[in-house]
């Protein structure tokens, strides 16, 4: 069955460092990978889309990566801040693109000052 | 530009009762989602519309859950009658883009509670 495993529910890191997100996939091949930021009572928001063709797409100080080999999407964050505390979710179509965004439980995200 | 607005923010029902909830996108946007987040999970899919057509609703539950969008504007979730299993919070977002390729927006949720 499909299954997106993000790599744990809650990671706590010393603010500076960077954050390192893992998304997983299984029995999907998405043409596209998305990670948005959630924060508490609030709605999802984007943060970065990238195709499966890129390897790599960077944005101020977050940067994701997309191995379609090794199924995985990793998301980073460097220099990291407090404000920078959320929760990260990962998001992927089932296939090609016109099929609707499939979301990951989300990685919560603690940075510590 | 306004966002995704969504009504009401919190409800508080008795189960067995109906409830409704108002979504508007963002104008332009003539793809319109409705996901369910349950506590600690990701937000799931329960309907999306092309404009005015339902093009995905597999998931919709459709002996208690109805949702329309005339006019291929503003849509409406209802849960009638409401369980205990139905407290969650209830996403609306919006897209220009179809499929994966097209980033959400979603409006700040209903989060209902029922009892």
């Known amino acids: 069955s499909q299954k997106i495993e993000q790599n744990s529910e809650a990671l706590n890191i010393q603010e500076g460092k960077t954050a390192t997100l893992t998304c997983n996939y299984t029995?999907?091949?998405?043409?596209?990978l998305q990670w948005y930021r959630q924060d508490p009572g609030r709605g999802p928001v984007f943060l970065l889309l990238?195709?499966?063709?890129?390897k790599e797409k960077r944005k101020e100080r977050l940067k994701v990566t997309f191995d379609t080999t090794l199924k995985q999407s990793l998301f980073h964050i460097t220099a990291s801040q407090p404000a920078d505390s959320a929760t990260y979710l990962c998001?992927?179509?089932?296939?090609?693109?016109?099929?609707?965004?499939?979301f990951g439980k989300g990685t919560r995200l603690s940075v510590i000052a | 530009e306004a966002g995704v607005v969504q009504s009401p923010r919190y409800k508080i029902i008795e189960k067995k009762q109906p409830v409704a909830f108002w979504c508007n996108p963002i104008s332009g946007h003539n793809t319109l989602y409705w996901y369910l987040q349950n506590l600690g999970q990701g937000p799931e899919l329960l309907i999306r519309y092309e404009n005015e057509e339902a093009v995905d609703d597999s998931q919709l539950p459709k002996d208690r859950f109805s949702a329309e969008r005339l006019k291929g504007v503003d849509s409406t979730l209802k849960i009638q009658p409401a369980e205990l299993g139905d407290s969650a919070v209830y996403l609306c977002a919006s897209s220009l883009l179809t499929g994966g390729n097209g980033e959400l927006f979603f409006g700040e949720g209903s989060r209902l509670t029922v009892l």
């Open positions: 990238i195709r499966e063709n890129e």
């Open positions: 998001a992927l179509d089932s296939y090609s693109g016109n099929t609707p965004l499939v």
């Open positions: 029995n999907y091949s998405p043409a596209y």
